[in-house]
């Protein structure tokens, strides 16, 4: 949770260079860097090795009222903070924290200068490793984000057997939207498109989770209708189906026994068709 904390800027701080993370806890001592006129400032993990609460992290600038949160100094929970522009040239703050847990997650946000305070603009958690520092890719001035959609993580297979597509997020105000529909993506899509078409359509091991993926990125690029067929006979219908539809409660509106329902159904709700 951030809270308020009054920090002066220290002259004399070491600066790092814009957009690029810092993992703050991996040598557990204090530290603190500047860049773009905003502080980072890292208290420092407990004496003991073992110790893994009390570190914190404290974002400053000048006529800013300071944000603080917790760090945690685990070996495995990684705290990862930069400094660089993110709105028209504006410097800010993106964060990222491992929460912990099998195959799960990192939760991020960022921090925009606003009014004399600190804005948080929250993007969500994210499975596997973290994100590299966003960058302007629809010539708008504001950095746009490039996740995966864990969305499509057990639904279909296994974890093993997800393969989730690009997700690309973008500040509005303040919030954080989905863009991954915008044309200057469509390079990320191909790209995923290709990597798993293999494990879709010429594999003799369960296509369930990759076809799910190889259908999504097809429509991300207008070739829903190309691909359809393809992804019908790489899938044993038989046995494939959304693996929601085995629980009392489904992740849809209603639950498609289904593979070839379920997995349109779920397309719609992501998105990615109409």
């Known amino acids: 949770m951030l809270s308020s904390l009054v920090v002066a800027n220290a002259p004399g701080l070491p600066g790092r260079a814009p957009g690029k993370f810092v993992e703050v806890t991996q040598d557990r001592r204090a530290h603190d860097w500047q860049a773009g006129g905003i502080t980072v400032r890292f208290s420092g993990c407990g004496p003991r090795p073992r110790?893994?609460?009390?570190?914190?992290?404290?974002?400053?600038?000048?006529?800013?009222?300071?944000?603080?949160?917790?760090?945690?100094?685990?070996?495995?929970?990684?705290?990862?903070?930069?400094?660089?522009?993110?709105?028209?040239?504006?410097?800010?703050v993106v964060v990222q924290r491992f929460t912990g847990g099998n195959h799960c997650c990192h939760d991020v946000f960022g921090l925009l200068r606003d009014k004399g305070r600190f804005r948080k603009v929250a993007f969500g958690s994210f499975d596997g490793v973290p994100a590299d520092w966003p960058k302007d890719q629809t010539g708008d001035g504001i950095a746009d984000f490039v996740f995966r959609d864990d969305a499509f993580l057990y639904q279909f297979s296994s974890y093993a057997g997800s393969y989730p597509p690009p997700r690309i997020m973008t500040i509005r105000g303040r919030t954080a939207i989905d863009i991954s529909a915008h044309p200057a993506f469509h390079r990320l899509f191909a790209a995923d498109l290709a990597s798993v078409r293999k494990a879709c359509v010429a594999s003799t091991a369960d296509t369930a989770g990759a076809c799910a993926a190889y259908a999504a990125d097809a429509a991300r690029l207008g070739r829903f209708a190309q691909v359809w067929p393809q992804v019908l006979k790489a899938v044993d219908m038989r046995i494939a189906h959304p693996t929601g539809c085995d629980r009392p409660r489904s992740p849809f509106a209603a639950c498609h026994t289904d593979y070839a329902a379920g997995l349109k159904a779920f397309l719609v709700k992501r998105g990615y068709l109409r």
């Open 51 to 92: 110790d893994v609460e009390g570190g914190t992290v404290t974002i400053s600038a000048r006529a800013t009222t300071p944000v603080t949160f917790p760090a945690d100094c685990a070996i495995t929970m990684s705290t990862l903070v930069g400094i660089g522009p993110l709105v028209h040239g504006k410097y800010g």
